[in-house]
């Protein structure tokens, strides 16, 4: 099976959502699957690192001028540019997918739902945001993944 990752780092994002991921691409390695990750390239990434773990990068569309988050919750300065051109850039990498996992707090439903409809495959969203999802499968790593009214979460 061909597992893609979308995930970024940066001096902005830091590095969590990147070790979650390299731990779950080992495991499914070790299992025989196909690895590869998306990512857009930022300064303090951890793309050598990927790389050195032995995975493909397909770098993404880089911005014609970088944006400094305004706070630690300014996701859409964390994904650098509007989704569609993110999911676009991404198609354009990728030739097929089975599985896309997507660990990235500024990719939303709407990117997903437009990743799926272009890539024919599975997503799977790793996210602790209480915020609605067009994906297969949500992993929510925290204890507290309910919707505020004591009722799980659901998918859109």
């Known amino acids: ?20 991921c390299i731990v779950l691409a080992n495991a499914l390695k ?19 690192f990927i790389r ?4 493909k990068v397909h770098e993404l569309a880089i911005p014609v001028r970088w944006q400094v988050p305004l706070n630690n919750a300014d996701y859409t300065a964390w994904l650098q540019i509007p989704w569609q051109q993110d999911a676009d850039s991404l198609i354009q990498k990728v030739d097929t997918v089975d599985v896309l996992i997507v660990d990235h707090y500024g990719l939303n439903a709407d990117w997903e739902r437009y990743i799926k409809n272009a ?21 929510d ?16």
Not at 1 to 20: A, C, E, N, W
Not at 30 to 48: P, T, V
Not at 132 to 138: F, T, V, Y
């Open 30 to 48: 070790q299992q025989g699957h196909c690895i590869s990750f998306a990512w857009r390239g930022q300064r303090g990434d951890l793309i050598c």
């Open 141 to 156: 790593q925290t204890y507290d993944n309910l919707n505020g009214y004591g009722e799980p979460r659901r998918n859109s």
């Open 52 to 55: 050195d773990k032995g995975y």
């Open 119 to 139: 890539l024919n495959c599975k997503i799977i969203a790793i996210d602790d945001l209480v915020r609605d999802h067009e994906a297969d499968m949500i992993i």
């Open 1 to 20: 099976m061909k597992v893609l990752f979308r995930v970024d780092s940066s001096v902005y994002i830091g590095t969590g959502h990147v070790v979650r």
